[in-house]
């Protein structure tokens, strides 16, 4: 792991030591196990089900994204994020993956912790980066390990739907990689995971790809700025990576981001060097905008490698999808050696916390 984010093991550490850092070492992943870490899925209520907790005590889920109406205040939070982790614990599993989305301004999963500030109106490295730290402390401190943080998307004009949410940094990539890096290195600071997002740019989107099916037909000599935030982040070691829903005429003419290996793979992990965990933006989203289920997404991007998929339905549907993406791996539909290179990659990550 790069030194800049050593900080981030010693202090996640201590909140984590609940939950065992990898499965027992003599222990070789079944398939339910390789499918099981895959899975970011959502929770239905206001603490954690007690069929949830079973599935994170067998290892059938990989983390749990927490979304503003699962609690409504800071001990409710605590505790379903305690009772997750115990219950990995108690099955022996890796510890999960509790995540939230802090980015700042409008979009803040925990609305009374920092950020303080949202992405524009930050203009320092130093500034962008305590802000970090004060974000990764308060996750950290509510027992909530992940950020889906920060935006890498470097707008192309005043049209970026992303810069009318007011989710962006600058115009500028430069200064987009500068402040979204010294964000997520605060994270790192105090032990919670950043997420740079949404590979490979959604700067030039003039739609939100949760509502439409997006298709970018920018030339590479276009899309080339958007990459410059994670060729540094991939320097910095950044450890997660969000795959966006957006198609790339470029990269990739049939697939999005989430489900391309040609971007997922050869794009990210060849070209720019990343090593870390990639994982797919909300698939219940991308099915949605394409009136389909989301389960055919979630099988295209297991296929693809991409390691994480991020289901943001109900309990239920989640369920859906393990059982099919389980007996695809039964029937040899899904490489065997990607969830294992991808299993790999996600025990690594935990092994941190």
């Known amino acids: 792991m790069p030194v800049r984010f050593a900080a981030a093991a010693l202090a996640a550490a201590a909140l984590l030591s609940i939950a065992p850092a990898t499965a027992p070492a003599s222990a070789t ?40 109406w699962n609690f409504s205040s800071a001990s409710e939070l605590r505790s379903i994020a305690a009772k997750l982790q115990q219950a990995a614990a108690d099955g022996e599993q890796p510890p999960l993956l509790i995540a939230v989305d802090q980015e700042g301004g409008e979009v803040k999963t925990v609305s009374w912790i920092p950020p303080t500030l949202a992405p524009p109106e930050i203009d320092s490295a130093d500034t962008a980066r305590s ?7 308060g996750l950290v401190g509510l027992g909530i390990n992940t950020d889906f943080a920060p935006v890498a998307d470097v707008p192309a004009s005043t049209s970026s739907f992303m810069y009318q949410q007011g989710r962006t940094w600058s115009f500028s990539a430069r200064k987009t990689s500068r402040l979204a890096n010294a964000f997520a290195l605060g994270l790192g600071d105090k032990g919670a995971l950043a997420t740079m997002k949404h590979f490979p740019g959604l700067g030039l989107a003039t739609k939100n790809t949760d509502d439409f099916v997006v298709h970018i037909g920018a030339a590479n000599s276009q899309l080339a700025p958007g990459l410059r935030p994670y060729r540094r982040a991939v320097a910095d070691g950044v ?11 470029a990269y990739d003419r049939s697939h999005a981001a989430g489900w391309s290996r040609a971007i997922g793979t050869t794009l990210l992990r060849g070209r720019l060097g990343f090593e870390g965990v990639t994982i797919t933006d909300s698939l219940d989203g991308a099915a949605g905008a394409r009136g389909i289920p989301t389960t055919p997404l979630a099988l295209k991007a297991a296929k693809a490698g991409t390691d994480m998929l991020l289901l943001t339905g109900s309990e239920a549907s989640s369920r859906s999808v393990f059982h099919t993406l389980l007996e695809a791996a039964k029937t040899g539909r899904i490489p065997v050696q990607r969830l294992t290179a991808s299993y790999d990659r996600i025990v690594a990550l935990k092994a941190t916390l």
């Not at 954690?48 to 749990?64: E, F, N, T």
């Not at 802000?131 to 402390?137: D, I, L």
């Not at 450890?239 to 005429?249: C, D, G």
């Open 239 to 249: 450890p997660l990576v969000m795959l966006s829903n957006a198609l790339y005429r």
């Open 131 to 137: 802000q970090g730290r004060k974000t990764g402390a």
């Open 29 to 68: 992943p079944s398939l339910k196990h390789l499918i099981g870490q895959k899975l970011v899925v959502s929770m239905d209520g206001h603490a954690p089900s007690a069929a949830l907790l079973d599935r994170a005590r067998r290892g059938r889920i990989g983390g749990v994204l927490i979304h503003k």
